[in-house]
């Protein structure tokens, strides 16, 4: 009996020259729609699904492989006999192997004017079901759900005329994880559909991007996966023109950067380290932008990371060429500005998307489990904030105050940010106290003799009123917190005490 392919594939890219060699290593083949359609203009006589069901296709296809003579044919274990009896007793043929690829789901529900008819109608069902009973029976049916397999299979039955059980394993396992990618997008596109926010089982797929030279640390290995529904402003999206491949501490940080830059809409320039801005600098121009972020702290820039919400120029790209900097991100690099940045060999030059949105909902993983919450993108208005205080804020320092808190959020806990209206001049993160971040922030912007006219923003609440007493007594005016401790009142006598302005946003802002 000749070994039998069934062949049923949207993507058809080399489906004909691997039809044509399995023909020539023993094989028929039985395909279906627009498959056979093609295989037949290749010159192949490939035979109809319905000849082997004896059941016609229906329901707009629908329905035409759900049938017992093609899963009997993928099922039946070849070393029962009483699998091989049935499939005797109801004239079953086994079916060796299978090409099968699905219907093009995710890339229905990519398109941003597809209705629900549409997805709906792109969801395959004969095509999984085939795929998973010849991955089950992976003892004798070969199952290829990527058209990057095709050299391998044709390599093996070229040189001992059968897959090997290692292989049909592995490829086994490959199937299971397409399906169950497959079915995750389907669960995720409903479960928006019906507003569910709490799914009592979440489903995620990712796809693998890149693989690490190493992770965190060079003993640790890691692998970079991209949300199998790209999200356009991510760095997962971002389109890299030059320099050395991204490590895991440089996508860490390039997502922390562009987060922050996403606060700001006028020309913002960002530097970042080990996870917290060491400057942001707002400005009419994005060259004055970046003046002002790398003056905010010309130390700690070195080696970082630059996002810039505006496209580089030639005068930008030479401010820039004086640092040792490890990524570069904009909307765009003029060419004389990639002329002079492409002369350091070791700088990453990317662009990005930077009218796009940023996703909705963060993850982050923990031993054994997910932490799952929305995105700390709260729309805030200055008309909502309570001044607490005897003395109100001036012009300048509430323009400061504002500008404070938006870099504040992204600062890791517990985090003070010292600024001006254009810029940070001092940050203070992760300490286990607040009065301790408070001292580093002052002690940065002091010393590079900035801490005049600034304002102080803290992203949660102050327990008692020694922050205030040491930011008071050092010089600030003005700060800008959430409010909310039951020694409010002892931090607000203090503020007035020193004849210090004092906001209460009523929002708390931790980063951890």
């Not at 627009?34 to 296809?61: N, Q, Y």
């Not at 890339?107 to 999984?128: F, K, L, M, R, W």
């Amino acid at each position: 009996m000749k070994k039998r392919a069934l062949i049923s594939v949207s993507d058809k890219q080399g489906i004909v020259s691997f039809a044509k060699n399995l023909v020539q290593n023993g094989y028929e083949i039985i395909s279906t729609g627009g498959t056979k359609s093609a295989l037949e203009a290749a010159g192949l006589e490939p035979i109809a699904i319905e000849t082997v069901t004896g059941f016609p296709e229906m329901m707009d296809g629908r329905v035409k492989t759900l049938h017992p003579k093609i899963h009997g044919g993928l099922l039946g274990r070849r070393d029962l006999p009483e699998h091989l009896a049935a499939m005797e007793k109801h004239d079953i043929a086994p079916i060796d192997l299978v090409v099968v690829n699905l219907y093009p789901f995710k890339e229905t529900i990519a398109q941003a004017d597809v209705t629900e008819e549409q997805a709906i109608e792109n969801i395959d069902i004969g095509g999984p079901s085939m795929l998973r009973s010849a991955a089950k029976n992976f003892a004798a049916v070969t199952v290829i759900v990527d058209p990057k397999d095709y050299p391998l299979i044709l390599d093996e039955l070229t040189e001992t005329g059968q897959t090997q059980l290692a292989t049909r394993k592995r490829l086994a396992a490959k199937v299971f994880r397409h399906t169950a990618a497959y079915d995750a997008l389907i669960a995720d596109y409903l479960t928006k559909a019906v507003e569910e926010s709490e799914p009592e089982k979440l489903t995620l797929t990712y796809e693998l991007k890149q693989t690490l030279r190493y992770g965190e640390n060079s003993h640790q290995t890691a692998a970079f996966y991209q949300d199998a529904l790209p999200v356009p402003y991510s760095i997962a999206s971002a389109k890299q023109l030059h320099g050395k491949e991204l490590s895991y501490n440089n996508i860490k940080d390039a997502d922390a950067a562009l987060r922050i830059a996403k606060e700001f809409t006028e020309p913002t320039a960002v530097a970042l380290k080990h996870m917290n801005p060491c400057g942001i600098g707002t400005a009419t121009t994005i060259f004055d932008a970046f003046e002002r972020a790398y003056e905010a702290d010309p130390v700690s820039i070195f080696g970082g990371i630059i996002v810039l919400n505006r496209p580089v120029d030639e005068a930008t790209a030479a401010a820039l060429h004086q640092i040792f900097l490890e990524i570069v991100i904009a909307p765009a690099f003029e060419p004389a500005a990639l002329d002079i940045l492409t002369k350091k060999k070791n700088i990453r030059l990317m662009t990005l998307d930077f009218v796009a949105n940023p996703v909705e909902t963060e993850m982050v993983s923990v031993l054994g489990g997910l932490l799952v919450q929305e995105q700390d993108t709260l729309a805030e208005s200055p008309k909502d904030w309570t001044v607490v205080t005897k003395r109100q804020p001036s012009k300048n320092e509430l323009e400061a105050m504002a500008f404070a808190w938006k870099a504040v959020k992204h600062v890791k806990s517990n985090a003070i940010v010292l600024a001006n209206q254009y810029q940070t001049v001092g940050i203070g993160a992760g300490q286990m106290n607040r009065v301790g971040s408070v001292k580093i922030a002052i002690e940065q912007a002091a010393e590079a003799g900035k801490l005049t006219d600034a304002v102080l923003a803290s992203d949660a609440f102050f327990p008692m009123d020694d922050s205030v007493e040491y930011a008071a007594k050092r010089g600030i005016k003005a700060i800008i917190q959430p409010g909310g401790s039951i020694k409010d009142q002892a931090s607000i006598e203090m503020a007035d005490q020193y004849g210090v302005a004092m906001i209460f946003t009523g929002v708390r802002h931790f980063r951890h």
